[in-house]
């Protein structure tokens, strides 16, 4: 069962819109939210986080907004750039112990059109 | 500063074969993890370490998986024997200790074809 579910796979934006990229989670236990982003051959780096202890986290472009009570997040890219073409991962941390695990989405294929 | 580093990038081998990935986390970090990514299932925590000790091995998919850390600076995945169904891209990770935000580092990852 997908404690962390991106539903969906694909994206696609002209330039300098905004792109909405979302997620949905089951677990209540989970405290901390990010984003990855990957291109292709390369691994996953991160983007931006939120704890649950907030609604909303900025940073330049990008930003996330958390909703606890429906269980869902969002990450906002404005104005989107062909650069910010690639999967975007969400993932959250669970309160256990010292587990430092997080749990990933399938991901969403981000394509901003020039 | 050098990343999460990764051996081999590319590793294609026959149903059967003994598969041995390696990894070289970040200096200092004292988490690392082995992820997989297939279309189907995204990106599986398999094992991660803290401090060299394996803390949590659940995603390990069966027995002919396997996990080490000998010291802080390596780290190998082996299946053997290999299966197709194994084909996937496989990641390792680093994260250091402490706090609460703490993200984790990825390296670039090996893509597995076992035919």
């Known amino acids: 069962d997908q404690q962390v579910k991106q539903n969906s796979p694909s994206l696609s934006v002209q330039e300098g819109r905004i792109s909405i990229l979302n997620c949905d989670y089951t677990?209540?236990?989970?405290?901390?939210f990010l984003w990855y982003k990957k291109y292709p051959a390369e691994g996953p780096t991160f983007l931006i986080s939120?704890?649950?202890?907030?609604d909303k986290n900025e940073d330049g472009r990008f930003t996330v907004f958390l909703n606890k009570s429906a269980k869902h997040l969002s990450l906002h890219i404005v104005p989107s750039q062909p650069g910010d073409s690639a999967v975007y991962f969400c993932?959250?941390?669970?309160?256990?112990?010292?587990?430092?695990?997080?749990?990933f989405g399938s991901g969403t294929q981000l394509t901003v059109l020039p | 500063d050098a990343g999460v580093i990764q051996s081999p990038r590319h590793e294609v081998t026959e149903m059967g074969q003994e598969v041995t990935l390696r990894c070289k986390p970040i200096?200092?970090?004292?988490?690392l993890f082995w992820y997989r990514q297939t279309m189907m299932r995204g990106l599986e925590l398999l094992i991660y370490?803290?401090?060299?000790?394996?803390?949590?091995d659940s995603g390990m998919p069966e027995d002919r998986f396997s996990a080490k850390m000998p010291n802080a600076s390596f780290s190998t995945l082996k299946i053997q024997p290999s299966e197709p169904r194994d084909s996937a891209v496989y990641f390792c990770?680093?994260?250091?200790?402490?706090?609460?935000?703490?993200?984790?580092?990825f390296g670039p990852g090996t893509r597995l074809l076992v035919l």
């Open positions: 370490f803290n401090n060299n000790v394996p803390i949590d």
């Open positions: 990770a680093s994260s250091p200790s402490g706090g609460a935000g703490e993200t984790q580092y």
């Open positions: 939120i704890s649950s202890i907030k």
């Open positions: 993932a959250a941390r669970g309160l256990s112990g010292s587990a430092r695990q997080l749990t």
């Open positions: 677990n209540s236990m989970f405290d901390y």
């Open positions: 200096s200092g970090h004292d988490y």
